[in-house]
C-alpha cells in the first residue's frame, strides 16, 4: 500500500523534521527497500508482488521505485464499499478486492513504511495462507498499534469497517473484528513503520553501519540525516 512519492503527498507527518521533497525521496526508498523484500520472498514462496498506489494518474512516478517483477493496482478506494468502509479502509479493501479478482487464493495487504521488515516474516505469513483453510487470516502489529500487514483466504470487507484508523486501536480493533467473523487469525511478530520523528530516529540508528534497507539506508546518508530528528521544542 503506498502512495506515489511525490513532494506534499507522501510521508507528510514526517514533515517537519524533513522538508517535503525530502519525505518524498525517503518514501521512494521506503518503496524499493519493501518491493525487493517482495521479491525476496517470492523465492521462497508462490507470491506475486504489487503496488497498490494511489492517487491514480501517477503511475510514472512510482515506477522506477520499483523492484523489478511488481506490478501495479490501483487502492484509492474509488470502487463501491459496505456501508462502514471509509478513508484507507476503502483503499484497504480496493486492493485486497482486486487481488481476488485476479485469481490469486490469498491476498495480503502490506505496509511500504516497513523498509526493515525481514524478508522471513512475508515467508512466514504467505506460508500460513498458502497451508491453510478458507477461515485463516494473518496479522502482523506494529508497535504503535497499528498493522504493517493484514492477510486472508476471502475478501472480508468488514475487517476494513467502522475501524478508527491511524489510531493506536486499529490492529486491537481488527482483531476484534477478525474474531467476531469467525477466522483464524495468526500473528506475525511486531514491527514498526516510519510516521513520526521517534520512528525514524530508530530507523537511523538501525540503519546505520548495517547492510538492511540499502535503499534507505542510502537515503538516509544522501539527505544527511542523523538523530535525533525531532523538531525544536518537542520531547
Not at 524499493?32 to 521479491?39: K, P
Not at 508462490?46 to 490501483?74: K, N, Q, R
Not at 486501536?169 to 506475525?188: K, P, Y
Not at 520523528?197 to 542523523?226: F, M
Request: charged letters at 15%; hydrophobic letters at 45%; proline letters at 7%.
Amino acid at each position: 500500500m503506498v502512495k506515489s512519492p511525490l513532494a506534499g503527498y507522501s510521508k507528510t507527518r514526517l514533515c517537519p523534521p524533513l522538508r517535503p521533497e525530502q519525505a518524498a525521496r525517503l518514501s521512494a526508498a521506503f518503496l524499493r527497500d519493501t518491493t525487493e523484500t517482495m521479491r525476496a520472498a517470492a523465492a521462497s514462496v508462490p507470491v506475486a508482488g504489487y503496488a497498490a498506489y494511489a492517487p491514480a494518474g501517477t503511475e510514472e512516478a512510482l515506477i522506477p521505485h520499483l523492484a523489478a517483477g511488481t506490478s501495479l493496482i490501483l487502492a484509492d478506494g474509488s470502487v463501491p464499499a459496505p456501508a462502514g468502509v471509509e478513508g484507507f479502509g476503502r483503499c484497504l479493501l480496493h486492493a485486497v478486492q482486486t487481488l481476488f479478482d485476479r485469481g490469486h487464493s490469498a491476498a495480503c495487504v502490506l505496509s511500504a513504511d516497513t523498509p526493515t521488515l525481514p524478508t522471513a516474516i512475508l515467508v512466514t505469513a504467505a506460508t500460513l495462507l498458502l497451508t491453510g483453510s478458507d477461515s485463516r487470516a494473518v496479522v502482523g502489529a506494529c508497535d504503535d498499534g497499528g498493522y504493517y500487514l493484514l492477510g486472508m483466504r476471502r475478501p472480508h470487507a468488514r475487517l476494513f469497517a467502522d475501524i478508527t484508523w491511524s489510531t493506536d486501536t486499529v490492529a486491537a480493533q481488527t482483531r476484534d473484528r477478525a474474531a467476531a467473523l469467525g477466522l483464524d487469525l495468526f500473528e506475525l511478530p511486531l514491527w514498526y513503520d516510519i510516521d513520526d520523528d521517534a520512528s525514524l530516529d530508530r530507523l537511523v540508528q538501525e540503519t546505520s553501519g548495517s547492510n538492511n534497507a540499502p535503499w534507505t539506508r542510502h537515503a538516509i546518508g544522501a539527505l544527511g540525516l542523523s538523530v535525533p530528528m525531532r523538531s525544536p521544542g518537542t520531547a
